[in-house]
């Protein structure tokens, strides 16, 4: 049964993902809440997961390399400067001033480049928890959403508010 299921899901990727994301919508709140109430259990089996999965981590990594180097690159240190001067050298998402992250509003996965309006300053923790989740789907069910820090953002990277 197994390998019929693996074997399926092989040849039917796309109508099994649009499955899982419809699935994932209809329970989009308890899957928020489940995260929200083991973010330390999720953390410590990721780290797990890696230390046990050393050669698939570095073939992610190596991957995720390889598509950051075909996408655009144009972001200039002096744009970096006047984007975190922008967002007052603190996380654009929780507004704390610790050591600061570039963060990929489009992520990497999503064809997200290194651009003035697509990078933003992240802390480390929020930065990890976006991971390749889209903004919109993300930040209004992160513990730190406010509204005002979502229009300054939007506003900054171009987008019209409704």
Known sequence: MRAYKKEYVKNN????LAGE??????????????????????????????????????????????????????LTEEEWQNTLKEFN??????????ELER???????K?????????????????QSKWNYDFFDWYPTYEFYNEDREIHILDYLGYELN
Request: proline share 3%; glycine share 4%; net charge positive.
């Open 21 to 74: 994301r419809e699935y994932f919508y209809r329970n989009k709140e308890a899957f928020i809440q489940y995260r929200r109430d083991n973010v330390k259990r999720i953390a410590e089996y990721n780290k797990m997961w890696r230390e046990n999965n050393v050669e698939k981590t570095r073939m992610y990594n190596r991957r995720r390399n390889l598509k950051m180097k075909s996408l655009p690159n144009t």
């Open 111 to 127: 064809d997200g480049g290194n651009t003035v309006d697509n990078i933003l300053p992240a802390c480390k923790k929020c930065n």
């Open 13 to 16: 990727r796309e109508k099994v």
């Open 103 to 109: 963060d990929h509003f489009v992520p990497v996965s």
């Open 89 to 98: 050298y603190s996380c654009v998402y929780c507004g704390e001033q610790s």
